[in-house]
Every structure is written in C-alpha cells, then in structure tokens.
C-alpha cells in the first residue's frame, strides 16, 4: 500500500514537471514570435524570460538529477533520467543560443532600413470624426497620390495623437513601426473659426530636404468654420499632406542620384494642387524639379522650372543661383554672371553664390575679379578648402605661383583629404620645374582618390618631361582605363610612344584618339609629326593639312607643314607656312629658326641670321638656334663665332650630336684636328649613323696623317650615305690614300 502511495506522488510530480515544461516552452516559444516580429514591449519580454529560465531549469533539472544510492556507502546515484540527460544538455546550450541569436536578429531588424518608405497617419484629434471625416478625406488623398510608388507604403496608427502627448510620443510610434514620416495633428471648432495643427514628423530626412515652414510643424493656423462644413478645409490639407509626401518622396529620390524618379515625384506634387501651401512654398518644387532636370542634363527644361520659381518669388536666391550654374553649363555666361550677381543682391553672404561666379570670371579669363570672388568667399567660409584651391588656381593661371601654392598649402590644412588641392599643387610645382615634388602631390591625389584620373594624366605628362617614358606611359593607360572616351589620353600617350620611338603604337593611339574625337587637331598634327619620323611625307602633310582645316589658327600644323615642304626641297612653300606660324604666334621661336634654315639653304643668310637672332631673344635656351646660326657663321667664314654658338648648344643640350658634329668640322678648318676628332668622336657616338661625321673624320684623320683611320671613316661614310656628291668625294678621298 505505502508502495503505492509511493509510485502515485512520483506519477503526480512528473505530470506536473511535464506540464510545467510544456507551458514553459509554449510561453517562451510565442514571445520569442512576438520578439522577430518586432514586438517588445514589458509584458513580451517579461514572459519570453520567465518561459526561457523555467525551461532553463527544467534542462538543468532532467540533466544533474540523481537517484538515490543503489550500494551501500556510495555517495553518488545513478542519473535518475539517463535516456533524457543527453537532450536536457543539449537544451542548456541551444535555448541560451536561440534566445540570443533572435535577441541579435530582432536589434539587426530595428537598425536596418526598411524597404519601403513607410507613412504613419494618426488620427486627428477634433469634435466629431464621423461628421467632419478628416482623417479619412487625407487618408484617401494620399493613397490615391502614392498608388504609383511601389515602394511607399502607408500605415494608420488608429488613434489621434493628443496635443499633450507631442512629437516625442509621434516619434516613437513611428520608429517602432519604422516610419520615415508621421502625420498627426488636431482641429477645433467653434461657432466662426477652426484652429488647426498640423505636424508632417520627418524621422529620417533625405539628404537635401530643407525646412519646412512652421505650418508644418504644428503651428496653428485659423480656418474659417465654413470651410470645415463644406469639406474645403479637408480637402486643402490632403492636398498639402499628399504634396509635402511626394516632396519627400522626391528628395529622397533625388539623393539616391534617381534623377527620373525624382522629376516624376517633384511633378506629381505640384499636380496635387495650384493653390498656394502654407508648409511649402510652391516655387521649392519648382526649384528641385529643375535640379533634377539638371541633373539629368535636360537643361532647357530646368532653366524653364527656374523661371517659374522666379516667377513666383522673386527674392528667391537659390533660384537665381542655380539657374546661374544651368547656364554656366550651357556656357551662357553672360546670363550666368547676371543671375549670380541677383542672387548676391537678394544675400549678400551668399557665397557659393560667390565662388559660382568667381567660377565663370575664371572661365571668361578674368582673373582678377575672379580673385576677388574666391577672396569674398573665404571672408565668408575662413574654412572653405574648396575656395582657397579655386583661387589658388586663378593665381597659378595668371603666372603668381608663390601665392597660388600658398592657397593650396592651406586648403591641404583645412581639408588633409582634399585631392584637387594636392592635385592643383602639383601643377603648380610642376610649372616652376620642381617636377619630383609634382609627382609627390600627383602621388598623393591619387592616394586619396584612386578614380582620380585628371591627377594620373598629370603625372604621366610630368613622367614624360622627366624622360620617365614607361611609367608616362602607365599613367596615361591607367586614365585610359577610368575614362576609356578620352581622346587626349590617347593623344598623351601616342606622343609617348612617338619619344620612344615606338612609332606604331604611336600611330595607332593617334588613329583612336581621332576616332573618338574627329576635331581633334593636336592628334593630327601628332600623327603627322609621326609620319614624318617614319618618313611618309605624304601622310604627314595630309595630317597637317586636316590640322590647318580643323584650327585655321594652329601655327605649330603650319611650322610642321613647313618642315615637310623643306625636306622636300620646296622652300618657297616651307617659307609660307613659317609666315603664317609666326603670324598667328609671334612668340614661336621654333617658327623662326626653321625659317631662317630655310633662308640660309636659299642662300638668304641675311635673313637667316635674323631669324636665328630673332628666335634666340623669344626663347634663350634653344640650342637648336645656337647651333644653326652657328653653321652659318662658318659658312661665312666667321670660325670663332661659330665655335661659340656651338659651343652654347652643346652647353644647353649635351646630346646634340649635330652641334658636336659642327663644331668638329669647324676646328678643322681651324686646323685643331685634335678637338676636331675628340668633337666627332662624340658625335658618333651619340648617333652611330651619322655619315657626315665619319667624312668629317676621316678628313681629320687625313690631316693628321693617320692613313688607315680616314680610310675605315670614308668606307663608313660609303655604307651608310647615297648622297652622290659626298659618295663622290669620299671615293675620291679613298684613290688619293690608296695611291699614297
């Protein structure tokens, strides 16, 4: 019987342990439900920790209990559930996990932004809903505006938000349901008048939206009693809820760089009524509107949008300045600087206003006022980095570099991650000749903005000045890269195929370069100067004359025409085409010293002097003028001043085998056939295949008497000359030595 007894109490407490366990693990299981779906308020969380623990502890139970002592003097008993034991312990270490992972998945939830844009429409608060039917009047409207974005949902909170209760209580409610904007106010009534709150919460404002009017924000307006009982009142405020909505919409869409989505939205909203709003000054959207059109790059049809801003209110600044930067990208300058300058008028601490119109006086070349723009902008925004590089840039453009690298040393304090400033500074140094520390900043840029492919351009160009081919080369491949539809990168990188002598690769970058742009003339005028390198003299000139017919003012395709028509023995021509270069750039010392040669090769050498004198005095270090007016003072017979011109090329450009080559020659008119062969040694060797210099040597070499040298110079000259007078000369040269 006691055993009976025994067996029910154990019966009774495994029924109540079951039981326990089962309501347990059912309260844990529709509060952890409750928890993924965003629901956490004391009583869900209470009982998802009380089902959790008592679970807890019911695992902990079925896993350590033991059954009393089965041998005598044993201090442990069997487990008194083993075919559990394995389950209670694995419940110990899942139930913490799953508990914490929805505890995580629920937090994740909270932080991530939801998909759609979510409205919460509370109630309004006012005396007699069912009659006056305000909610229900905006509900309508706005669903109606929104049906054609997918992802803007609307959500109705079901109950008003009281005055007393405020935007704190507005704003919970709509962060738990993940809102991005709350509607809620209130209304009265009285016998004539209706004061009305309206309050349009933005929780999460898209960048650029701009403040709304107090209006919005719960100030109360007075309505007449009469517009309330004629519904005119509802109708008016869905219609400025559904607009300030698709307003939203429409900035957010506008941040998302979605300019389609946004002109849509923007246009929808002023489809929403014609009335003046209280909230939201009616020329706004058309503001935004024309942004996005410019945006888009439809610029006609934002300058349109301005217009009607304008229209609507004059004092606009904004309106002004941005239709000033539309025609800024219609290179309308004129009306640009006249829209700028109204809207400085209307604010006159306007500075981006400022700096759009330092801008195009930049643009237009005058540097002056532009300065004094970029100057009036920095009173304004001591920390603008931005402007101290604009003027910066003005100041470089007019030759100051010393004040234009000191804007850009302190935009680079301002900002330390600002690449153009370091950019801009790199032009700068590279204009003064501190190429290494151009390549520094162009390095830095880079570093600062990989897609930076103007700073890359930069630097090849000033690899290229350095004679560093192969990494000008890399950097005008890596711009080619970022912006495949860049022709002068093409262009940049052909010239330094051409300087490697890689006159294919050359060709065929200039060839893509006119493909992509067909009016580009520089790379005519470069393939041209490659054609000549590769001596197709035909090719070249129809490549200067497509440069001459693109740029009728090109003087560089008129002096390379002209040299063209030299080699060819046409000089009358070659004299033209150096008229017109020098014609159009009278600075271009190139132009006269070609010219003069022409001169000196007609016999000219009057006029040849002139040229070489006149192309030294524009550009003092142009060896290549020393040297040719030096081969004339040796025609004339005038040996010391021509040694001295030669000697001033050699100075300038230590390479310059020619010049070593007449410098040779004439000592050994001089009789010094010592400095003679030491000048034609280097001659030959900076350029093996120079025939005149062996025939020079070997002259040297006769006077010196050393017999078999001039024979192996004139031999030399023989193999690498088909020039019939020299051949002959040398042949002759050759029986006079053999007959000796």
């Known amino acids: 019987m006691d055993n009976d007894k025994q067996s029910l109490r154990e019966f009774l407490s495994g029924i109540r342990g079951v039981i326990l366990g089962a309501v347990a693990f059912a309260t844990a299981i529709v509060n952890f439900i409750k928890l993924l779906r965003g629901e956490t308020d004391l009583v869900t969380l209470v009982l998802l920790a009380a089902g959790t623990g008592v679970m807890l502890l019911g695992c902990a139970y079925v896993a350590f209990k033991r059954s009393p002592p089965r041998i005598p003097g044993s201090k ?87 005055e007393a209760e405020g935007s704190d209580v507005a704003r919970a409610e709509g962060e738990q349901r993940k809102a991005a904007i709350v509607i809620w106010g209130w209304y009265g009534a009285t ?51 559904a607009t300030l909505s698709l307003f ?25 009524t014609t009335e003046r709003l209280p909230a939201l000054d009616r ?67 306007f500075a981006v206003a400022y700096n759009n119109r330092g801008n195009v006086y930049a643009k237009q070349g005058d540097l002056d006022h532009a300065i004094r723009d970029y100057t009036q ?104 890269q970022l912006q495949p539809d860049d022709a002068m990168s093409y262009n940049s990188r052909g010239n330094a195929y051409c300087d490697q002598g890689d006159l294919d690769h050359a060709i065929s970058d200039y060839d893509r370069a006119i493909q992509l742009q067909p009016d580009l003339a520089e790379a005519y005028t470069n393939r041209g100067l490659a054609y000549t390198a590769k001596d197709d003299l035909d090719r070249a000139i129809s490549d200067f004359n497509q440069a001459i017919q693109l740029q009728p003012d090109f ?23 150096y008229n017109q270069a020098i014609r159009l750039q009278p600075d271009l010392a190139m132009a006269y010293n070609n010219r003069g040669v022409a001169y000196a090769d007609q016999g000219d050498l009057d006029r040849a002097f002139k040229d070489y004198d006149q192309a030294i005095q524009l550009q003092p270090d142009l060896a290549e003028a020393y040297n040719n007016r030096g081969a004339v003072y040796a025609d004339q017979g005038d040996l010391d001043r021509a040694i001295a011109d030669f000697n001033q090329a050699i100075q300038l450009q230590p390479d310059h085998a020619e010049a070593y080559r007449n410098r040779g020659s004439t000592y050994i008119f001089k009789g010094d056939t010592d400095h003679a062969i030491s000048d034609l040694d280097q001659a030959i060797q900076l350029q093996p295949n120079d025939a005149l210099a062996y025939i020079a040597r070997g002259l040297a070499y006769i006077q010196k008497g050393e017999k078999e040298k001039a024979s192996a110079d004139l031999k030399r000259f023989l193999a690498l000359s088909d020039d019939p007078y020299g051949r002959q000369l040398a042949e002759e040269l050759l029986k006079t030595l053999e007959e000796k």
Do not use: C
């Open 76 to 162: 442990k008993g069997p487990w008194q559930y083993p075919r559990w034991r394995s389950r209670a312990l694995a419940g110990l270490i899942l139930i913490p996990l799953l508990v914490a992972g929805g505890i995580g998945y629920h937090r994740y939830q909270q932080t991530r932004s939801p998909d759609k844009v979510i409205l919460l429409i509370a109630d309004f608060d006012g005396p007699d809903p069912q009659q006056y039917r305000v909610t229900e009047t905006v509900l309508a409207h706005l669903r109606q505006a929104l049906e054609p974005y997918d992802d803007v949902k609307i959500v109705t909170l079901g109950r008003a938000i009281t």
């Open 377 to 480: 902008v920095i009173q304004f925004q001591p920390d603008l980095a931005a402007a101290y590089t604009n003027r910066g840039i003005a100041y470089s453009n007019q030759g100051d570099l010393d004040h234009a690298i000191n804007d850009y040393d302190q935009a680079i304090q301002l900002q330390p991650d600002f690449a153009p400033a370091y950019a801009n500074r790199g032009n700068a140094y590279a204009q003064q000749g501190g190429l290494d520390r151009a390549i520094r900043d162009y390095t830095q840029a880079i570093q600062l903005q990989p897609d930076f492919a103007l700073a890359y351009s930069n630097r090849g160009l000033t690899y290229a000045k350095q004679g560093d081919l192969d990494r000008a080369i890399a950097d005008y491949t890596q711009v080619i």
């Open 191 to 241: 016998a004539e008048t209706v004061p009305l709150s309206i309050h349009f919460e933005l929780l999460r404002p898209p960048e650029y939206m701009p403040e709304l009017m107090p209006e919005a924000q719960g100030q109360v307006r007075i309505m007449a009693a009469a517009e309330l009982e004629s519904f005119a009142l509802q109708t008016h405020l869905s219609e400025e809820m």
């Open 555 to 577: 003087a560089g395709a008129y002096n390379n025409r002209g040299n063209i028509y030299a080699r060819q023995g046409d000089l009358d021509h070659a004299i033209s085409d």
């Open 248 to 272: 939203t919409v429409g900035v957010a869409r506008f941040a998302a760089e979605d300019w389609d989505g946004a002109v849509a939205a923007f246009g929808d909203a002023l489809n929403q």
């Open 283 to 349: 020329s706004a959207l058309y503001v935004y509107r024309g942004n996005a059109y410019a945006a888009k790059g439809n610029l006609d049809r934002a300058i349109s949008d301005y217009d009607q801003a304008v229209q609507l209110q004059p004092d606009d600044a904004d309106a002004y300045n941005n239709r000033g930067t539309t025609y800024v990208a219609k290179d309308d300058l004129d009306r640009a600087i006249n829209d700028f300058n109204q809207a400085i008028q209307l604010q006159p601490d």
